[in-house]
């Protein structure tokens, strides 16, 4: 299979992806009470105000033309007006979503580093006490829910030793950067400003670990058995009887086979991490996606639950793109044969 | 001969004991074996599954996870080293150094993911003071060496990309990378074609005579250990039971396993009459039964067998074997003699009813292709041509073996027939119906009267269903029978086949690999079938069981009166059980005819270098080195002219030419037109045609 072939599949999908979505949004938003118009002209609105409101936000139009309406506005970038914050929903998502995809990446980012090692030295020193404790750590990681273990967080690094900030993404002691990325790590870094680099760093490590901790079970775990299972292979015992070293043999040889099938997992994780971020962000008071669109389900602001749920698709599905191309990098059968 | 059993032997194995624990107890895998080579010797290590050859071999280089396994006695010296002493460390300077391994399955034996040239350097650089361009300098010689064509552009592909006789070739290159002392080789040949076997043999022969390094060689196969081997050390149940020079073990054996074990391959038997077979099961090695391990098995068992045998000296000879038959001052051993004559040798069976020569199905023209890959489109970048063009008749009655190596069709074939693989061209007639054009009611119906029985009984059953459901569920499917029906028929069933009907409840994990092939059997018989497909059905059994298999399989078939479409690699097999034979290669059939005559004097090329590289017990003889180059071709890119030339030695003028099937003499069909040309069969000297085996009872060397 050709890289072309893969990234062409994936474009496909994405297309039907993005298709279904809006539909199923749309449908839904039309099936539920609750009118849209009434909302946004708010309770004492006259039946008149509230009848031309719906005239300018085409609600009065049949329903596969407010359909096109909505796709070819959103072919031009244009992902409808939010009803509750009255800005355009394009905008709330570039301020809003930076921040979450940069909370999940932190988090994922810790999960690796620390799982693939734990998953590693669990595997060769099998049944030994490093064994026990990794496998105590994963299972404590799998089975502690994050808002628990944020509150505990905060309680004792801000509540006890006052060490980090409980909340919000930077200190008040110091500007913002200009807006890049949105994600402050970056453009703290690219405006050269090191202080508000440690500030926001400070303020992402106890949400980033919280939302982190539950998926590094996940991968001690799958790095474990899948080391384990390699470990057991043909060739492992070929380099053993060539008499490479132990070190030869684990990073050599095996780690990056085991790798391979943990790769789709790292897909699969980064989707359940923006999605889980919800409950860390609120315990957090991060501003990020996870309090936007619980507010904008409140006011049933389809908009912006519409708009969030398409590019959150159109994430996952590019995501997955760059999982497989990942795993024909680390595959070569993969890569050429098909 | 006796003169190896010195100190300084590269590998000297005393008396080892090795243990797994389980949770069910010790099980004694290594009980008090000794084992020795001598420098520059070739010895032989065989034994059927569960013998503890492997172990064994693992053992000496100290392979095993230390913690599933503990040595509780004995001492293994390698090269005057005590390798139970050995660090860690020190054993790594030792493996791939001074004692290198290869082993069964080169199509996982390296590393998918790195580059064949790493992973040579890397061992390489390991043991020896080189730069990276020395490694690589030396890899290509080392590749040269192993006749390996543009060793450049193999030292940048990944395993993948190679064939298992180039992967093989690569680990042999691997293990004589930094010249070894001993050469460790567990079944290294046991998942290659014949051919590709002949090949491997004599370049590993050939290079271990070069560096001097002494061999031991795990194999379950006599044949090869008659072709390779100085001595021969047979194994059973953990324990070395013979030893010997290869011709007293082979030709001579005194022990009454290497006997049976020997009697019942299928090469010295009378064609088409049941193999002797040995009794019962291998005992357990958690709590085997006191005394000799083959006692419950053997015919000649006495009073004295209830305690341990030594290995026992024949006189006047090297060897020695671990029964008591061997000492002349056993009183009983007249007795046991006597009554081991006496036990039952097969009865032969009656003649066979003659073919009547009707046919039953006709395979016509049929051409079967694979698309591979896909380009940016998803279209096919290739086709895999898979049959080119194949032509049986297979007439009510007879046996039709199908013989061919990997990748020459004969499982498509196969499957075609099946009604499971729609061809891409031509058709398959059953009982004057074209199978693959007829409406699904009448397919159905036409189905319950040809089965398969395929190669591997552990993943052809469905592992959560009683046996006695999976026997009789094509009853369910196609006549509804009740579940009170079905399991009258599936004791029935049971009998026929030789499977205890009062196991019927259990499943199918708690039967051996022979008795799975039965209960196979007995699944393709519910629906008493006219035609059964036979996909390799011995080809993952034990010698000893495929005996068993093959008795039965004749004895059903006469029973039946079945037509049998028996698909092998084992011309030995073939040779056995077949009435005519069709030669396959490439998707086509080279060679068709009696299955005697084709073997006797085969007469198209490649069916010559078929049987040329089958290896024999009754051929003492060096490994040919003239058909070391060649494999099978790309079948993606199929050749214009006969699909054999470039591997022939006969090719001439007009072999440009696609060949087609022609009638030769004997009725034969033969693909080439150059066969009536050809010089006689055998058309080069076989080695010494030697001796053939006569396995006597024990006493005739014994009390020499």
């Not at chain 2, 503990?70 to 054993?91: A, C, Q, W, Y």
């Not at chain 2, 694979?370 to 080119?388: E, K, S, T």
Request: charged share 20%.
């Amino acid at each position: 299979m050709s890289f072309l072939y893969v990234i062409r599949r994936r474009l496909i999908l994405l297309l039907l992806v993005v298709i279904g979505v809006t539909i199923i949004t749309f449908a839904i938003s039309h099936m539920i009470p609750g009118d849209p118009a009434r909302l946004m002209a708010g309770d004492r609105a006259t039946p008149e105000i509230v009848q031309s409101m719906r005239t300018r936000l085409g609600l009065d139009q049949p329903l596969h033309l407010q359909y096109l309406n909505y796709v070819g506005s959103l072919l031009q970038g244009d992902l409808g007006t939010s009803i509750r914050t009255g800005r355009p929903v394009a905008d709330d998502l570039v301020r809003f979503f930076p921040a979450t995809i940069e909370l999940a990446a932190v988090a994922l980012f810790f999960s690796v580093l620390a799982g693939v090692p734990l998953g590693v030295a669990s595997a060769v020193y099998r049944n030994r006490w490093i064994d026990q404790v990794s496998r105590t750590i994963s299972v404590t990681g799998i089975s502690t829910p994050a808002f628990w273990l944020g509150l505990l967080l905060i309680m004792l690094f801000y509540g006890r030793l006052d060490w980090l900030p409980s909340s919000g993404r930077l200190g008040g002691d110091v500007t913002a950067p200009p807006f890049v990325t949105g994600m402050l790590l970056i453009d703290t870094l690219l405006a050269g400003d090191l202080a508000a680099f440690r500030s926001a760093l400070s303020h992402i490590l106890l949400p980033a670990f919280t939302l982190g901790f539950v998926h590094l079970g996940v991968v001690t775990r799958q790095i474990r058995s899948s080391m384990l299972e390699v470990l057991q292979e043909d060739y492992v015992r070929t380099a053993k009887a060539g008499g490479l070293s132990r070190r030869q043999i684990i990073f050599g040889h095996a780690l990056r086979n085991a790798l391979i099938p943990s790769v789709t997992m790292l897909g699969l994780a980064f989707g359940d991490l923006l999605y889980g971020a919800v409950l860390t962000e609120t315990v957090f008071a991060w501003p990020g996606m996870g309090n936007y669109v619980v507010q904008s389900i409140h006011a049933l602001d389809f908009p912006a639950i519409m708009g969030f749920t398409v590019v959150a698709s159109i994430a996952y599905v590019l995501i997955n793109l760059l999982v497989d191309l990942t795993y024909m990098l680390l595959d070569p059968q993969i890569r050429s044969v098909g | 001969m006796t003169s190896t059993h010195t100190a300084d032997a590269p590998i000297d194995l005393r008396d080892l004991k090795l243990e797994f624990p389980t949770y069910g107890g010790a099980v004694r895998a290594i009980d008090g074996v000794s084992i020795t080579v001598g420098k520059g010797e070739v010895v032989g290590l065989v034994g059927e599954s569960g013998s503890g050859k492997s172990v064994t071999a693992m053992s000496i280089i100290r392979l095993l996870p230390p913690d599933s396994q503990r040595v509780v006695g004995g001492r293994i010296s390698v090269l005057g080293r005590d390798m139970l002493k050995l660090s860690e460390g020190e054993l790594q300077s030792v493996r791939g150094d001074d004692v290198a391994m290869v082993f069964q399955e080169p199509m996982n034996a390296l590393n998918p993911t790195m580059r064949i040239g790493d992973q040579l350097r890397q061992v390489i650089r390991r043991h020896q003071k080189a730069t990276e361009a020395e490694a690589t300098a030396r890899a290509l010689e080392l590749l040269r060496d192993m006749r390996i064509g543009d060793p450049n552009r193999v030292l940048r592909n990944y395993p993948f990309e190679l064939s298992g006789g180039m992967r093989q070739r690569i680990l042999l290159a691997m293990a004589f990378s930094c010249r070894p002392d001993v050469l460790i080789a567990d079944e290294p040949t046991t998942a290659l074609d014949v051919t590709i076997q002949a090949q491997v043999l004599a370049l590993m022969q050939q290079k271990a005579r070069e560096t001097g390094s002494s061999v031991l060689f795990i194999t379950h196969d006599m044949a090869v250990v008659a072709q390779l081997c100085d001595r021969v050390h047979v194994m059973y149940a953990g324990q070395v039971v013979e030893q010997g020079t290869t011709e007293e073990v082979l030709y001579t054996p005194q022990h009454p396993y290497t006997q049976a074990l020997l009697r019942s391959l299928p090469e010295l038997a009378e064609p088409q009459q049941p193999l002797p077979t040995i009794q019962g099961m291998v005992p357990n090695l958690i709590d085997p039964p006191a005394g000799c391990r083959f006692r419950e098995r053997c015919h000649f068992s006495h009073q004295r067998c209830h305690e341990m045998p030594d290995m026992l000296q024949a006189s006047g000879t090297g060897r020695s074997a671990r029964c008591w038959l061997l000492d002349p001052d056993n009183p009983e051993r007249e007795d046991a003699l006597e009554k081991g004559r006496q036990a039952q040798v097969p009865a032969p069976l009656p003649p066979a009813a003659a073919q009547d020569g009707d046919s039953l199905l006709e395979v016509q023209d049929l051409k079967v292709r694979f698309p591979v890959g896909a380009d940016w489109r998803g279209r096919p970048r290739a086709f895999v041509h898979a049959l080119n063009g194949v032509d049986l008749v297979l007439r009510r009655g007879e046996t039709l073996a199908v013989v061919g190596e990997s990748g020459c069709g004969k499982s498509t074939l196969g499957q075609s027939i099946m009604g499971l693989l729609a061809p891409t061209a031509g058709r398959v007639v059953f009982a004057g119906k074209d199978l693959h054009n007829l409406p699904p009611q009448q397919m159905r119906e036409l189905r319950r009267r040809f089965q398969v029985v395929f190669q591997d009984p552990q993943s052809s059953l469905n592992p959560r269903m009683p046996v006695w459901k999976a026997i009789t569920e094509p009853l369910l499917v196609a006549e509804g029978l009740s579940a009170r029906a079905r399991r009258d028929r599936a004791a029935e069933l049971a009998r026929q086949v030789g499977l205890n009907p009062d196991h019927l409840e259990r499943y199918p994990h708690e039967f051996s690999g022979g008795q799975r092939q039965r209960i196979a059997i007995a699944r393709a018989l519910a629906l008493q079938p006219d035609l059964l497909v036979l996909d390799e059905p011995t080809s993952a059994l034990d010698v000893s069981v495929q005996a068993q298999i093959l008795n039965l399989l004749l004895r059903l078939k006469q029973e039946f009166g079945l037509t049998y479409l028996f698909i092998t690699h084992d011309v030995s097999v073939v040779r056995h059980v077949a009435d005519r034979v069709a030669v396959m290669y490439l998707g086509q059939v080279v060679e068709l005819g009696p299955a005697q005559k084709v073997i006797e004097a085969p007469q198209h090329p490649y069916t010559r270098t078929l049987l040329r590289s089958v290896p024999e017990l009754s051929r003492r003889r060096e490994l040919a080195p003239a058909d070391l180059h060649g494999e099978l071709p790309n079948n993606t890119r199929l050749p214009s002219s006969c699909f054999f030339r470039e591997r022939c030695r006969y090719a001439a003028a007009g072999c440009g030419e696609p060949q087609s099937l022609t009638a030769a003499p004997d009725q034969r069909l033969v693909r080439c037109h150059r066969s009536a040309e050809l010089p006689p069969w055998p058309d080069e000297q076989l080695g010494d045609a030697g001796q053939t085996p006569e396995i006597p009872a024990p006493e005739s060397t014994a009390s020499a």
